[in-house]
């Protein structure tokens, strides 16, 4: 099964999530020559992209392949709840759902082991569920004939 979790957005708001994790075009750079690191490279060249072309649309995908990940009802319900109402704490994704948060808690934290949510720090030391995705796209692995 491939599981592909696609986000989209312009170029401007690729710019703004950059400057929130790395500072600046020139901190970045200097992380690049420092590592060599591709990844860093990558997102230099988007960035200058961007920089010359705000509007322009921005689609990344990030592919699971795998034949063990399951989604449950619940966990389903997590991503919608987190979609729709956008949360500021666990304990109110978990109240909003009417859910413990003893249970909410774990699937919280497998759903951001497999990517399909990150956290933003909130206040009081809670961490704010987002969903790191606007759409997901489910297929069947393609099979080889021998």
Known sequence: MI?????????IDVIKEFEEKYGSLENLEDKWK???NVLYYN?????KYYLKHPER???????IV????????LDMNLLE???????QSIRELARLINKDVATVQPKVKTLNEKGFIGFKEGNKNSEIPYLNFDKIEIG?????NI
């Open 81 to 87: 709840t987190i979609n729709e109402k956008k949360p």
């Open 66 to 73: 795998t034949n063990r990940l399951s989604l449950n009802d």
């Open 140 to 144: 069947l692995r393609p099979t080889t």
């Open 57 to 63: 649309p921005y689609k990344q995908t990030h592919s």
């Open 3 to 11: 599981i592909s979790l696609i986000k989209e957005q312009k170029g």
């Open 34 to 36: 420092r590592s060599k």
């Open 43 to 47: 997102d230099i060249e988007t960035w």
